[in-house]
């Protein structure tokens, strides 16, 4: 069936056949707006995520990834837009982004946040959001697609930090200079083979990079690990 949703304020259609796909979106359906475009999903694309899944799913996850993928590259394409992996959380209007390797402990320091932070803390998504430029603002949007803990809302707000997290004795925090990240940012979102999208991706990257404050976060993953990041990057 043929269901409408609004993900970053982008209005589509979505073709969807399975009831748990359809539950994982259910918080993103759309009201009376026109739709910008249809995703159609058909079997082949699942069974092409089946082949470049490094794990057995359940189909309807296949579904979910092959819809989410089909997407982004059309809002990369026409709406100023991309996917990025990351924590993403907001303090005081300001969204905070940790990103890493998989299991290097973007969720355990998310959580050192709500722990110390409470209800000053609220989760964006804590897998896939988009970011997207809106008016020459670069904002960090929820998605459906929030990892393994099901975290996030179906809320925006304005990108201010970008911590990009690594495994330490020792805390530490510092600046980290944008011509040093592209190529660790690029890591971490979906790159397009078609030139014009690479060049839109590109482009959005340089005016995000610019946008944020870029930092280096080496962490231990205990209390004092948030509370320095915290110190430094919201309460300054």
């Known amino acids: 069936m043929i269901f409408r949703y609004k993900i970053a304020d ?10 748990n796909t359809y539950n994982q979106m259910k918080d993103y359906l759309a009201d009376d707006e026109p739709a910008s475009f249809l995703v159609e999903i058909c079997d082949e694309d699942i069974e092409r995520e089946k082949k470049f899944s490094p794990y057995e799913l359940s189909d309807y996850l296949y579904e979910s990834t092959a819809v989410y993928r089909k997407f982004i590259y059309k809002a990369l394409e026409k709406f100023d837009a991309f996917f990025f992996h990351c924590s993403s959380i907001a303090v005081d209007n300001k969204a905070i982004m ?12 998310r959580n050192l946040w709500l722990k110390n932070y409470g ?14 430029k809106v008016d020459g603002v670069f904002y960090v949007y929820g998605t459906p697609w929030q990892g393994k803990e099901g975290m996030g809302l179906n809320i925006r707000v304005p990108a201010h930090s970008l911590c990009f997290l690594s495994r330490s004795e020792k805390n530490y925090i510092g600046p980290i200079s944008t011509s040093d990240v592209v190529s660790k940012v690029l890591n971490q979102t979906v790159r397009p083979t078609e030139t014009e999208l690479m060049g839109n991706l590109l482009d959005l990257l340089d005016g995000f990079l610019n946008q944020v404050n870029c930092y280096d976060l080496r962490v231990n993953m205990d209390d004092e690990a948030a509370k320095l990041a915290y110190n430094e990057i919201v309460a300054k």
């Open 10 to 19: 982008i209005v589509f259609d979505a073709d969807i056949r399975y009831r």
């Open 98 to 109: 940790f990103t890493a390797q998989s299991g290097t402990g973007k969720s355990t320091h």
């Open 119 to 132: 209800d000053k803390v609220t989760v964006i998504n804590d897998d896939k959001p988009i970011i997207r």
